[in-house]
C-alpha cells in the first residue's frame, strides 16, 4: 500500500516539477534576463544567448524534469510490471 501512495505522490511531485522548471525557471527566466539585459546599461551578449537557450530548451527540460520523478513513479505503481 505504501508503494502506491509513494508512486502517486512521486507522479504529482514530477509534474509540478516538470511545469515549474520548463515554464517558471526556463521559459519566463529567460524572457525576463533578455528584458533585463535589453535594459542594461552595459549589453552582456552571453547573458542575451543563455536568455535565449532557456526559452528555446523550455520544452524539453521541462519533460526532462518531470521524468526524473514521474518513471520512478509509475515503477512504484506496478505501470511497467502489467
Known sequence: MWKLILG???IIAGVFLGLYVGIWVCF???IVQIIEQIRAEHLVAMKVAIGLAKIVCAGLLGWLSALI???PGLGLVGWFSK
Do not use: A, E, P, R
Open 28 to 30: 519566463i527566466g529567460g
Open 69 to 71: 520523478f514521474v518513471v
Open 8 to 10: 502517486i505522490f512521486l
